[in-house]
């Protein structure tokens, strides 16, 4: 079959494009609305590759400069896309923004999200949206770090807020059955109380509770530069206490916080988003309201310089772990 791909590149949010032709296509038509950034192209070619040969597909990178005239450019007359994909945050507040002015355009496009933080709380407002969780869940962290470290991870410490409550909630009775005792702590959504909130969940839990680990969910707020900087990593100083994470950047030695990530493959998201788009084509398009499907694989990462704080070299299996990241 005919390469159908193009991409529609934005510089200083213009659209610019050699290949327009091929919006004239007959084929179904699938827009990707994506943010820039390594993660974002491995999922985004994840899903080219797998879609690429059945679909014209369209890319828009977004950047600081790119407004929702650019998007509209896209949805002119009369050939419009039967799905969008957005991949991460930025993409899909900029949807959002563009919906609130083109219901009468969207009503009938399907949306798949992908590698967004908070997704339940990312789309809503958005009707006909398929998407991907990109939060690891807790259980499957805990029991891959326990692969790799002979320690014993019996009972872990969690922070949270109220928003992932579900999610511990359910993750609590999976740990259970693993033989993890979680110990979670709600933190305060008023700005005014989250520092001390922090501070005092990390001193009941390390000295009070004497946890094993802590799993730390990927919560912007919780997990603000400043907050990092005069709390978590001044309060885990020497505590020789491992943190698990859900995001690559948290186990960069240089910042010298997270031991161990298990991450959601971006590629594997993207191949799984395409998996997605053909089920919707295959019920002609009709799917209603919001359905969240879990990442389907991961990778770990491990903070080296960290893990031989924990443990000696013999106590853990780098075999184990999928990157190890050691300055």
Not at 29 to 40: A, D, E, M, Q
Not at 49 to 61: A, G, K, L, M, P
Not at 280 to 287: G, I, M, S
């Amino acid at each position: 079959m005919k390469n159908l791909f193009f991409i529609v590149f934005m510089f200083s949010g213009l659209v610019l494009s050699d290949d327009a032709d091929y919006l004239s296509t007959k084929e179904d038509k699938v827009i990707i609305l994506t943010t820039k950034g390594s993660i974002f192209d491995q999922a985004r070619n994840g899903l080219i590759n797998e879609i690429r040969d059945e679909f014209s597909v369209s890319v828009i990178e977004i950047n600081e400069n790119t407004s929702i005239d650019n998007i509209d450019s896209l949805f002119e007359g009369y050939d419009l896309p039967k799905l969008v994909v957005l991949i991460g945050n930025n993409a899909i507040r900029l949807y959002k923004q563009f919906l609130n002015q083109n219901k009468y355009k969207t009503a009938t496009i399907q949306v798949v999200a992908i590698l967004a933080l908070d997704l339940q709380r990312a789309v809503a407002g958005i009707d006909n949206v398929n998407a991907i969780a990109y939060e690891t869940p807790m259980v499957t962290a805990l029991v891959s770090f326990r692969r790799v470290f002979k320690k014993p991870v019996n009972k872990v410490g969690v922070l949270y807020r109220n928003f992932l409550k579900g999610f511990i909630e359910q993750n609590i009775r999976y740990c259970a059955k693993e033989r993890i005792d979680i110990n979670a702590i709600e933190i305060s959504d008023d700005t005014s109380k989250i520092q001390l909130d922090i501070a005092s969940a990390l001193q009941t839990l390390i000295k009070n509770e004497k946890v094993d680990a802590l799993w730390i969910p990927n919560d912007n707020v919780l997990l603000k530069p400043e907050f990092l900087g005069n709390i978590w990593i001044p309060a885990l100083k020497k505590k020789n206490i491992p943190v698990i994470v859900g995001v690559e950047a948290l186990v960069d030695p240089k910042l010298n916080f997270g031991t161990y990530a298990v991450i959601p493959d971006p590629v594997a998201q993207g191949e799984q988003a395409a998996e997605i788009i053909y089920n919707l084509k295959a019920d002609d398009w009709q799917h209603k309201g919001v359905k969240i499907y879990p990442a389907i694989s991961m990778y770990s990462v491990l903070n080296l310089k960290k893990a031989y704080e924990i443990a000696d070299k013999e106590d853990f299996k780098t075999y184990e772990v999928s990157k190890i990241l050691k300055k």
